[in-house]
């Protein structure tokens, strides 16, 4: 119940946030076991050592924080492991039923972990959370937004429903948009 009362509430206050217009929202990868938004791929780095690769990515790190907005949590170069959080905000602008306008901002963030081996680097983007207000007090994960504008794209929306699922399928975007940037960043640091 509480999470179907976050999902209203991001309804309401994402009703002025579209910017494009797309009638179904964009495809986003969902992990089979986790059932949550999961960007992830793989990078071959034939010839290439783990301490080499470590260095690499441990560098994208450094040099990427303030442009991609990520940081670095943890690391350990024995186990080739990297642990980081990336954020982006998208913009809105919200009507209040007298028409003013008031701009608010819808903060995601997401979790990205590395593994580097020989040869090769595991790269995931996940766990991908949506807050607005002025203290994140309005909440949601992504997955949760995916599903329902999925689920009620099928339904018999009325015009102000329909401009509020615009609004979410923009964010919803705006995160594929991201997540696909920051894999591409990490795979050029690899090679």
Known sequence: MKNLILLLLLFIVFNSCAQKHSANPPVLPIDAT???ITFSDTVSAPGISKDILYTRLKKW??????TENTTLQSSDRDSGVFI???KFTKHCIIKDPSGAEHPIDFRVTY???ILVKNNASYIT???FIGTAGEEDHIGAEI????KAIKYYQSK????QDKQVSQSLIDVLEETKIKA???LASIKRAVR
């Open 156 to 159: 018999k929306l009325t015009e």
């Open 61 to 66: 790190f450094i040099d990427n924080s303030p």
């Open 34 to 36: 986790t059932h949550r």
């Open 111 to 113: 979790s990205i972990n």
């Open 84 to 86: 980081g959080k990336g």
């Open 180 to 182: 696909t940037g920051v």
């Open 125 to 127: 983007l996940t766990d």
């Open 143 to 146: 997955t949760s937004m995916y």
